[in-house]
Every structure is written in C-alpha cells, then in structure tokens.
C-alpha cells in the first residue's frame, strides 16, 4: 500500500551526485513512498539526469507501476509515485558506456523486496571509472548479500569499457525472504591475494608493467598476479586487486586512461590496498557505501571499515530518512571506523 506522505529530497545534500537519487528511487519503491527530488546532481559538472539516470528511474518505474514525471534527460527536479515492485523479466538498454552497475543496483534492492524470481538483462557499461566494475559486485558485495539470505545469480556475458560500451549482463533475482542482520567486525584467516590486469585491444605489455607495480609495492607473488584479456566493443584496463579473509574479499580497482601511464594507474589501486590493509578492518572503503541499505532493509548490523567517505556518510543520512533505522558511525581512530545500524526508538 502506497504511503500517504511524500517524501522531500534535495539531491545538492552531501556530494550532490547521483547516489542520493538512486538510493532514494530505490527506497520509495521499496517502503511505498512518493519521492519528490529536487538539485538532482547539483554538486556535478553537468546537473541533472544523465542518461543511466534517466534510464534508472524509467526502470524502477517499469517494476512498479509508478507515476513519474520529470524523467527527461538534464531534469533537475523529479517526481515519482510507486507502486508495489513487481517481479518479472527486465531489459535495460543503458546506451553506450552508461553504467549497467549502478542502475542494477538502484533496482536490485526493490527486487528482493517482490515476491517471485526475477530475471533481467543490462547493456551498456560494465567496467567504468566513477562506478563499481562487475568485477566488485560479484566478489566483494554479493557473497555478503548471500550470506544476509538474499539469492541473486549475475553473468557477465561480454564486457562493456568506457566509452564504447556494448556490454552485456544477466542478473537473477529471488524475492521475497527477509534479509537477516549482518556483522562483520574483525578479519578472519590469513588473507588471500589475487591481481588481475584485464585488457581489451590493448598491448598486453600494458598489464604486465601494471603488475610489475603490484609484486614491486606490495610483493604479492607472480603466481598470483595476471593479464587477462577480455571482449569488448572497444579499447579498456582495468586493475583489480583483491584481498580475501575468511569469507570477506575487498576488491580495489584503478582503470587505465589515455595518457596516463600503465605504472601510475596501478598505484592507485596499490594505494587503496595499502590504506585497507594498515586500517585491519574488514570491510572497505567501497563496499562500506553498498551495505548500509541492506542492513537498513535487515532492520540491523554492523561492520568495521576504513574511515568513512563522504560518499558513505550521505549515503547513511538518506537512509535514515526513509527507513526507521539509526546509522551510527564511531570514529576508532588509526583511519578505522564502526558502522552499526539498529531499529529507531520510537
């Protein structure tokens, strides 16, 4: 049943991009209530709807049934009336290199709330810089979402770089089942560690100096470091570098750039792990933003992770405006940083 509030959204709060209109299309589906958004993006150079996001909010109201207007490209106010989410089977044509990721993940949370087994199918960008890679959805966000009793199945049937596109995703979805609360507050086991350079049309000397970086930084062994060439529409790196504990991986990616060398986009990557591993906490940086919805939604959890960006803070404030939960971060100290989310006192 439809909420008789209407829920009022500045889009410039925190860093005034994307993640405050994707993360509120996302819980106005998923508690029923009408979303009125206004500075969509304002924070960016070019305000307002971009193509995924236009294409993020026609989705999410093709699942419910919603009332919408203001979805034209470059509109910087949004109204958008839902309906109950509805499973079924989706396609979703981002067009050129636009993120399949982020838009998957706008409708991925309205999807477990449905009753019934989704499928749908993305084109577009699956590797871009600015947004997850398909890479960190599979490793590090959805083991976790398993473990909270979520099922979701996702494949990667061709890679989509910045800026041709052209790739292609299948995601399956088990609505339904409630999420249960998750914690992770320590690391467990001796780590694990994985490099991969993956490369489309480019010169596989590329990723070979990328990974010289990683054994040279961080002396990861050859034997567990590699190139590997991907199809794609076009040209595209990216470095991936993962670090597994127990059942907790953290993925740290850089993608290579015209005109910026093989070694320094490496580093950037190797930098991200540097920070995480000097932190000892679980959790990174990235998935810390990823999981406050679902345990939001699990009514419960915590985690320990590096100190929170402003991405993840804004994240929380949102969250709290649509679902009765309290998100509390406590600063430890020595770039480390717990993230506990309980049921509001009424």
Known sequence: MMNARIMEIDGAQGEGGGQVLRSSLALSVCSGTPLRMHGIRAGRRKPGLMRQHQTAVRLAAQICGATVEGDRLRSTTLEFVPGAPRAGDYHCAVGTAGST?????TVLWPLLVAEGRSRLVFEGGTHNPMAPPFDFIERSLLPVLRAMGAEIEVKLERAGFYPAGGGRLVVEVEGGPSLAPWRCLERSGDPEVRGRALLSNL??????????????????????????????????NVVLLEVTHGAMTTVACSFGTKGVLAEDVSAHAVEQIERFLAANVPVGEHLADQLIIPLALAGGGSFRTVSPTLH???QAQIVQRWLPVTIEIIDEGNDAARVDVRPRSS
Not at 218 to 233: C, K, M, N, T
């Open 101 to 105: 990721m982020l838009v998957f993940q």
């Open 203 to 236: 010169p596989v000397d590329i990723g070979r100096r990328e990974l010289q970086v990683v054994h040279q930084r961080l002396g990861w062994p050859r034997s567990r470091l590699g190139v590997e060439r991907v199809s794609s529409d076009g040209p595209g």
């Open 312 to 314: 993840t803070r804004t």
